[in-house]
């Protein structure tokens, strides 16, 4: 009787086996980013097909810190990011410390979301160390005249138009480009 052969041992040198060098690993590096782009460009699509375009909806209010906004003319001077988050959005932990960094170099407004009264509003504010403006959207009637579908939310308006709709994190580079870009 014959014995069966056996298959000889590939080494990790030899031309069977895949080798990952830098090329490969540049690569697939690269084919995440495109792949994380294409999503996250097509999740800001769906979740913002609510939220107004073009001229910006009226908006007069006043913030926590009793300050009174008129969110059409402030955009007349420069450009103004608007953020909608909530103190109960796990995602909104990331994002705030980037516009509140941001709001000391841009015009920015905030409203916080369905997050409690104005006291709880301003000491989770206190605990967090933030200084942004905040409309407190405590029933969240702004939100939903807005279309806001997920927290975060950054609109960047200028002129009293529309000209960017973000949701969801947004990297600091990103978020300060967009401001750039207005």
């Not at 782009?37 to 910006?56: I, K």
């Not at 015009?107 to 409690?116: F, N, R």
Request: hydrophobic share 40%.
């Amino acid at each position: 009787m014959k014995e069966p052969r056996s298959k000889p041992k590939q080494d990790a040198g030899s031309p069977g086996k895949k080798r990952w060098g830098a090329k490969s690993w540049l690569r697939e590096g690269l084919m995440i980013i495109v792949l994380f782009t294409l999503f996250s460009t097509a999740m800001d699509y769906w979740r913002s097909q609510e939220m107004p375009t073009g001229n910006v909806p009226a908006l007069v209010s006043q913030t926590i810190q009793g300050e009174d906004i008129d969110l059409v003319a402030l955009s007349h001077k420069k450009p103004v990011m608007l953020y909608f988050w909530a103190t109960w959005c796990p995602a909104c932990k990331f994002v705030s410390p980037t516009v509140d960094w941001m709001s000391d170099h841009f015009e920015v407004v905030t409203i916080a979301m369905t997050s409690g009264d104005n006291r709880r509003l301003n000491a989770y504010m206190d605990s967090q160390d933030y200084s942004f403006r905040v409309i407190n959207d405590n029933n969240g009637r702004l939100g939903r005249e807005w279309g806001i579908t997920a927290t975060p939310s950054i609109v960047i308006i200028k002129d009293g138009t529309i000209s960017s709709i973000t949701t969801g994190v947004s990297t600091p580079p990103g978020l300060w480009l967009r401001m750039l870009m207005s």
